[in-house]
């Protein structure tokens, strides 16, 4: 089994964070992975993305043609990154910060408004992880407890960060629940 999974958006948005929490998820759980950073020119406020590829098997190849699920935290990354989902994948837009005119009806489209959850939250820089927890019920390899986990190790030097941070994922989850 095998969850490949993009993650996009502006510099700053906390894309490789982002990554590295389902990396960390799925070292945690004895899974093979695959984790690639990409940055645009700029750092902040230019696009990052990330690939990462979770396995309960070897990973034969790092690139990821077609995604099976992918988060978009800004209009450009959807843009760009929405014709890689494969068919039947899910795709979680930050609809906050983008307006989607043309979707793909072979793929499920989550739009959750995760800039304004964030703020209603007192916090805008945490709208990746309210992505994550829309993004977490699809994945196959990695759960909730399996994240806290990994959070928990990548705030240790912040330990403040780590009950902001789960409270967003499960805002996400919770989102989707009410759908």
């Known amino acids: 089994m095998m969850d ?3 993650l996009a958006g502006f ?22 992975l695959c984790w690639i950073p990409s940055y645009g020119p700029e750092m902040r406020g230019g ?11 070897e990973i034969y190849s790092p690139v990821i043609d077609f995604a ?12 760009k990154f929405a014709p890689r989902i494969k068919p039947g994948g899910i795709l979680v837009v930050n609809s906050s910060l983008a307006e989607l005119e043309d979707m793909r009806d072979d793929i499920k489209i989550i739009q959750i408004p995760a800039t304004d959850i964030a703020n209603e939250m007192g916090n805008s820089s945490i709208a ?3 992505c994550l927890g829309a993004l977490l019920p699809y ?16 705030t240790k030097k912040r330990p403040q960060l780590l009950a902001v941070n ?9 989102f989707i629940q009410g759908q």
């Open 68 to 79: 099976d699920g992918a988060i978009v935290l800004n209009k450009p990354a959807y843009d």
């Open 166 to 174: 789960v409270d967003a994922v499960n805002k996400g989850i919770e």
């Open 128 to 130: 990746n992880m309210v």
């Open 4 to 6: 490949k999974v993009i």
């Open 139 to 154: 994945l196959n390899l990695v759960d909730l407890d399996k994240v806290k986990k990994a959070m928990d190790s990548l």
């Open 47 to 57: 696009t990052a993305n990330c690939s990462v590829i979770l396995s309960d098997e």
């Open 11 to 32: 510099g700053g948005q906390g894309v490789m964070f982002l990554g590295k929490v389902l990396a960390y998820a799925g070292m945690g759980s004895d899974l093979e």
